[in-house]
C-alpha cells in the first residue's frame, strides 16, 4: 500500500500551488492514469477523505496546477477513478470468462476460483472494499457499484439458465454464487476452520443440485 | 451519519487542549460509551484516518485532555471500539438466536433475515463494512473480524450440525448462508431483478438440500 507510483520524470521538489497551470503541466507529462491509479491508491490506503489533489500532488511530486490539465475538478477525478475500475474489474472480467469456457459448469468453476488467484486478486479485493465502503456514502459511487454488481450477477445468471434453471431460480443461485465470491474475497481469515477448496468444492455441487 | 451525539453537559466553547487533564475532566463528565459512539460514528462517517483525539474532542465539543481521563491513548479508544463493536454484535446476536428458537429450520430463517430488520440492521451493515475496510489495513482490527466471523459461522455451523450435516459439510453450508448474509447487507442495490423475499425463501430451502 505504500510502493510509490512510478513516475516519468526525474524527482524534484514540488513548485509553489500557484504556479500558472500550463506552464507546470509543460514541465509534468504525467497521464491521467497516473493520477487514477495515485488516487485508487489513496483510496486503499486511507480512505475517500484523503484522495485530494493537494495530497496526490505531493504524492507524485508534481504542482496541483498540472492536475487541472487532465481533470475538471475533484469529482471528474473520483468518476474517472470509478469508471476505470468497473471497466477493468467488470467488462474485461466478463469478457475474459466468456471466451475461456463455453462448458456452464466449467464457467461456475471460474467464478468461484475468481478471490484466490494470486496477487492479483488480493489487490482487487482490496480496491473493491474500499469502493463499497466509500458508496455507503457517496451516490455516485453507490450507482458504478450497482451497476457492476448487476452486471456480473446478469452474466452469472446466464451461466444457471445454461445449465436449465428457469430465469427466477437462476438469479436466485446467481446471487448466492456471487455472495460467496464477495464474501469469500473479504473473509481471508475464515479459512482455519475449512480449507477453501472444501468449501468450494462443496459450493460448486450444492449451487447445480435442484430443489427437491 | 451527521446526527450528533447527546451530550450531557450544556454546549460550550472548548477550552485550550493545553488545559490540565484533570481539571477539564472535572467540567466535562462524559462516559467512555461517548467517545466510543462518537468515534463509531466517525468510523462510518469519513473513515478510521479521521478517528482521531482532536476530532472526536471538538465533535463533543469538550477538551483533548478529558479524553485522557477515559482512555490511555488512541490506540487505547480503537481498541474499546473494536471490543464494543465485537460484544454487542456477535455475543448479544448468537445469545439471542439461541434463546428464540429451538427449530433449526427457524433458526436458518432467522439468520437469512438479520440484514433486513429495519434500520437498526442498515446501521448495523454500515458499522461493520467500515470496520471490514478498516481491517483490510490493520492488524488489531483484522483480528477481532476475523474472530468475530469464526464465532458466528461455528454459530451457524451448529445449526446444519442439528439438522443432520457431518461436521465439514455443516461448516460449507455455515459458510455460504454467512456468505448470503454479508453480501446481502452490502449489496441492497441489487434487489431490483430480484425481490429479497425470493431470493430468502430460495437460500432458505437449497441451504438444507442434501448433495445428490
Redesign the interface.
Known amino acids: ?1 505504500t510502493a510509490d507510483v512510478a513516475l516519468p520524470t526525474p524527482r524534484r521538489r514540488p513548485t509553489k500551488a500557484k504556479a500558472a497551470p500550463v506552464e507546470a503541466t509543460a514541465r509534468t507529462p504525467l497521464t491521467p492514469e497516473t493520477w487514477i491509479d495515485a488516487a485508487t491508491d489513496v483510496l ?7 484522495v485530494r489533489v493537494d495530497v496526490l500532488a505531493k504524492r507524485l511530486q508534481v504542482t496541483r496546477g498540472s492536475f487541472y490539465w487532465h481533470f475538471k475538478d475533484r469529482n471528474d477525478l473520483l468518476a474517472q477513478v470509478l469508471q476505470t475500475w468497473r471497466r477493468k474489474s467488470t467488462e474485461e472480467l466478463t469478457r475474459r470468462l466468456e471466451t475461456a469456457h463455453t462448458d456452464p459448469a466449467e464457467q461456475v468453476r471460474d467464478v468461484l476460483s475468481l478471490p484466490f488467484r494470486g496477487r492479483s486478486a488480493v489487490r482487487a479485493a ?1 480496491i473493491e ?2 469502493l ?2 466509500w458508496a ?2 457517496d451516490p455516485v459511487a ?1 450507482q458504478v ?2 451497476e457492476s ?2 452486471s456480473r ?2 452474466y452469472i ?1 446466464q451461466i444457471f439458465s445454461s445449465l436449465g434453471f428457469g430465469v ?2 437462476a ?3 446467481a ?2 454464487l ?3 465470491v ?3 474475497s ?2 481471508t ?2 479459512e ?3 480449507p477453501r477448496e ?2 468450494n468444492r ?2 460448486e ?3 447445480q ?1 435442484p ?2
Open positions: 500500500m486503499v490506503s486511507h480512505g475517500i477523505d484523503s482490496q472494499l474500499a463499497r465502503d455507503r456514502r453507490r457499484m450497482d454488481d448487476a450477477l446478469a445468471s427466477l431460480e438469479r436466485s443461485r446471487f448466492l456471487y455472495s460467496h464477495v464474501a469469500a473479504q473473509m481469515g475464515a482455519a476452520a475449512l472444501e468449501r462443496f459450493v455441487q450444492l449451487i443440485t430443489l427437491r
